[in-house]
């Protein structure tokens, strides 16, 4: 029997499941609007909740039309069609529902977006409403991503944890132009510019998940002719996708002019580095769908079939972030309006010599080798290092005596507490994806018991192999006595499971956490002669790919707690006025 | 159809199982060869799987185009060479990375245009806006904002 939690996540297993998801998750945004909304000028929530409202209507006429889920199969397999042994994992529990909430929920920027267009008028309150929202969005997002990375890495069998998958690409293109967002609304918060940019780039990012809906709902991705031959589903979406990312932008042409230009700033000032971070971010989503549609269209229109994977990415994309990363411990510690550069230089001296060191050590220790790694590694240890310091001197930690840095620390705003996280985290998942990718050590061979595999200081012994019954399963174990130094550490048991009902198999990696670093051990196919294939892996540090995402969704979280946003946008007076008189 | 659709849930894990690539009979003798084929391997496609590379796929035709890619370096073949012999086969679409040629020049140019443009556009725009405003010290205070001004501040200074 399939377990129960499989019976319920099987829900979303599928096509039309998935939709009632992305629609369920859909309303739930908009009922979150409507009921916390309260401090919203009344016409803003009136327009923001029909523009949801158009959004949701499209989507379940597609439903009705197209993928009713409700409908009955004529002759019922009598075990069920259960569910793929792929995703009998818990991931698929909480990777496509945090997925959802991170993609839908950016309609909600969107609709504010259009609401502001609508109503012609658009302020700094208008991006402290929306901020919470895409915040919350964002959240999901990340977490959804690199939850949906760690699960691939240990279901699919060979450690790889980012295929530049279009599927992948599509989800990783809304999170680039909402981080994107979630920055140039501060300054729109803050200082009452890039209203117009705002605007558009609220609109291009839940485009942007309508776009990916459509790439993975349509089935274009796989194949060109497959779309080709039942187009139902992609033409809806297609039109679902033009209406609204067409008409949005019709009403963006015709109202942006109207909007006014807020304050000014010099190139080099806070809201200078935040549209650099723009800039980059939106530049390395536009390489990103640029990679993703380029083989359609050129198969379309050229009759050319091309592949655009990994390598294209490693080439163009790597470069993009590494700029990013090497200007973000810049930007907080910028002023607002005039920076200044040098003394902001001056300032991160410290973090600099950090990052430098580390190069240094590194480059020590690996003695020689690629020069790109140590010096992505000394990136990733000065962004952190600017993180630190950005908290160090706002707290004045150095400067002044440790109780009254310690008031200040309490006194300041979380939400640059969160900025530090967030970033601090980035440079966290930058040192684990150069340490996995340069020093991954694999051993590849057949074994037979008491074969002992040695790999990067680990002695792996093949104890036996061992038949088990599952719930809905028959699953092959391997025990591997794992020892180091000659001592006995623990037994790892790698297996693979074949799903009867299916008649498909999966392979079941064990894993071995050391710290940050991983020992991977999965199994390929057994020989006659009792033997088996057997792959292992040492990942080092690779846990902190994980790590940085979810430091900075917790960054989010805090910025999400910010007293600013807690309490509120102000008012409308009239509101204040009736409740006064009782002093 | 189903197994594409599900797959976005999956993110990829659907339309790519379990994997063994290189099998354990495959490795070269020599390591300075098997490393040139592993580093080859990840360039190319599997054609027959959704956007994996030969080296990380399972499929017997992965396997296949590993072992071919082999052959040819044992023959002696450079990188460039295996590669040209498999496009020449193969076609373009088994190459990961597509090569800088004209059809692909969009492709690729895309990103650094995009960031050369972008950032004079801005740069030039944020210097002419800055240029004409902020620099400007705002108007003197008139006589009447003067003496608010002094009654504010005096008023401030009182404990209250």
């Given at each position: 029997m399939k377990p129960l939690l499989y019976k319920i996540t099987g829900v979303w297993g599928n096509h039309e499941g998935s939709m009632l998801l992305w629609v369920a998750i859909l309303a739930l945004f908009g009922g979150l609007v409507a009921a916390f909304g309260n401090n919203l000028p009344l016409s803003l929530r009136a327009h923001v909740l029909a523009v949801q409202a158009w959004v949701a209507g499209a989507f379940y006429l597609f439903i009705l039309v197209t993928s009713n889920p409700f409908l009955r199969i004529a002759s019922p397999p009598i075990e069920g069609r259960d569910l793929n042994p792929v995703l009998q994992d818990i991931g698929l529990a909480v990777h496509p529902p945090m997925l959802y909430l991170g993609y839908v929920g950016f309609s909600i920027s969107f609709s504010f977006a259009i609401a502001a267009l609508m109503e012609g008028r658009i302020d700094a309150a208008w991006a402290r409403w929306v901020r919470p929202w895409t915040l919350v969005a964002w959240i999901f997002l990340t977490l959804g991503i690199a939850m949906g990375s760690y699960w691939a890495y240990y279901e699919?069998?060979?450690?790889?944890?980012?295929?530049?998958d279009p599927v992948e690409n599509a989800s990783l293109m809304p999170w680039l132009a909402g981080t994107a967002l979630l920055h140039s609304a501060v300054v729109m918060e803050k200082r009452n510019a890039l209203k117009v940019w705002t605007i558009l780039l609220s609109i291009l990012t839940f485009s942007l998940s309508l776009l990916g809906t459509f790439l993975v709902r349509s089935g274009v991705i796989t194949s060109v002719h497959a779309f080709a031959t039942d187009p139902t589903r992609g033409v809806f979406i297609l039109l679902i996708l033009c209406l609204f990312i067409g008409g949005s932008l019709a009403l963006f042409a015709g109202r942006a002019t109207s909007l006014k230009q807020g304050g000014l700033f010099a190139p080099i000032s806070r809201e200078g580095a935040l549209v650099l971070n723009n800039l980059l971010l939106t530049v390395a989503c536009a390489v990103v769908l640029f990679g993703t549609l380029y083989p359609l269209a050129m198969e379309m229109l050229a009759d050319f079939k091309m592949s655009v994977g990994a390598p294209f990415y490693n080439l163009t994309f790597a470069p993009l972030f590494a700029l990013l990363l090497l200007a973000v411990p810049f930007g907080p510690m910028l002023a607002w309006k005039r920076g200044d550069l040098l003394g902001v230089t001056q300032r991160l001296l410290a973090a600099g010599v950090a990052g430098l060191v580390v190069v240094a050590i590194v480059w020590a220790w690996v003695r020689g080798g690629s020069a790109l790694a140590p010096l992505a590694i000394g990136l990733g240890v000065f962004v952190i290092a600017g993180a630190v310091t950005d908290i160090v001197e706002r707290t004045g930690l150095v400067r002044l005596p440790f109780a009254s840095a310690l008031h200040r620390a309490r006194g300041l705003p979380r939400s640059a507490w969160g900025t530090a996280f967030a970033h601090a985290g980035l440079g966290v998942a930058l040192i684990g994806i150069v340490c996995e990718t340069t020093w991954n050590s694999e051993h590849i061979a057949t074994m037979k018991q008491n074969d002992v595999a040695h790999v990067a200081g680990y002695d792996l012994k093949l104890d036996g192999l061992f038949q088990r019954q599952g719930p809905n399963y028959r699953e092959m174990i391997a025990e591997f006595n794992v020892s180091r130094d000659g001592k006995s550490l623990t037994v790892m048991t790698p297996s693979k499971r074949s799903f009867t009902t299916r008649g498909s198999s999966t392979t079941e990696a064990a894993l071995l956490t050391r710290g940050a670093s991983q020992l991977y051990v999965s199994l390929g196919d057994a020989t006659a002669e009792g033997a088996i294939a057997v792959r292992i892996y040492h990942k080092p540090l690779v846990l902190l790919i994980w790590w940085g995402p979810v430091l900075m969704a917790f960054g989010g979280v805090l910025s999400l707690s910010d007293r600013r946003l807690r309490v509120g946008a102000p008012k409308p007076a009239r509101a204040k006025q009736r409740l006064q008189p009782a002093e | 159809m189903r197994r594409m659709m599900a797959a976005f849930v999956a993110l990829l894990l659907l339309a790519l199982p379990a994997a063994h690539a290189?099998?354990?009979?495959?490795?070269?003798?020599?390591p300075a060869k098997e490393s040139r084929a592993r580093e080859l391997s990840r360039e190319l496609r599997c054609m027959v799987c959704q956007n994996q590379s030969i080296d990380d796929s399972d499929a017997p035709l992965a396997r296949d185009l590993r072992l071919l890619v082999r052959e040819r370096i044992a023959a002696g073949d450079s990188n460039s060479q295996v590669l040209d012999f498999l496009v020449a086969r193969?076609?373009?679409?088994?190459?990961?990375?597509?090569?800088?040629e004209r059809q692909n020049l969009l492709l690729w140019m895309l990103g650094p245009v995009l960031l050369l443009g972008g950032g004079l556009a801005l740069w030039l725009q944020i210097r002419r806006r800055s240029g004409s405003g902020a620099d400007v010290p705002p108007p003197p205070l008139t006589a009447d904002e003067k003496t608010r001004l002094a009654a504010l501040m005096s008023d401030d200074s009182k404990p209250s």
């Open positions: 699919l069998g060979w450690g790889g944890w980012w295929f530049w | 290189v099998q354990p009979d495959e490795i070269m003798s020599d193969y076609g373009d679409f088994v190459l990961l990375k597509p090569r800088f």
